[in-house]
């Protein structure tokens, strides 16, 4: 078995971070020329934001961190497979690249769902990578939600 990257492993450790608050694990990294330049944590409940979830915050935080609005020539390590709402900031940002641990049947809209990269209308279409980190991320998830059910 391999170790897994560091962009995700950094998602993961901000997906344990979320989940100490109270928020459903998951995390998120951005890079540039390989170097984690933001990393995020969901946070909708603490934030009182519905938005913030942790693409979002992290595509909020590299932009800023870069001073653009587009991120061309970055990539997007997420735990989960993103949902509509953050696949359509992906699309909007240019993300080039999205790495991402555990599908998320119920909600995702890459590999489920809407599949919001294979519609006609969607203006840009990143690489998408899938499970990695899945084992990882998806244990994250299901100790969450066990412990509150």
């Not at 450790?13 to 995390?27: F, H, N, R, S, T």
């Not at 993103?82 to 998320?104: E, K, L, Q």
């Amino acid at each position: 078995m391999f170790p897994l990257p560091l962009p995700m492993v950094a998602a993961l450790e901000a997906a344990q971070q979320a989940a100490l608050d109270g928020e459903v694990p998951v995390g998120a990294a951005i890079t540039l020329d390989g170097q984690i330049i933001a990393t995020a944590a969901n946070a909708p409940r603490r934030l009182h934001d519905p938005t913030a979830h942790a693409e979002m915050r992290v595509i909020r935080a590299a932009a800023s961190e870069l001073a653009r609005d587009r991120l061309e020539d970055c990539d997007l390590w997420v735990t989960l497979e993103p949902c509509a709402m953050c696949a359509g900031a992906i699309a909007h940002a240019r993300v080039r690249r999205v790495y991402y641990g555990a599908s998320d049947p119920k909600g995702g809209a890459v590999e489920h769902g809407p599949r919001f990269f294979s519609q006609p209308t969607c203006h840009h279409r990143p690489e998408l990578y899938g499970g990695i980190g899945a084992g990882e991320a998806g244990a994250l998830l299901r100790s969450f939600f066990a412990a509150r059910r």
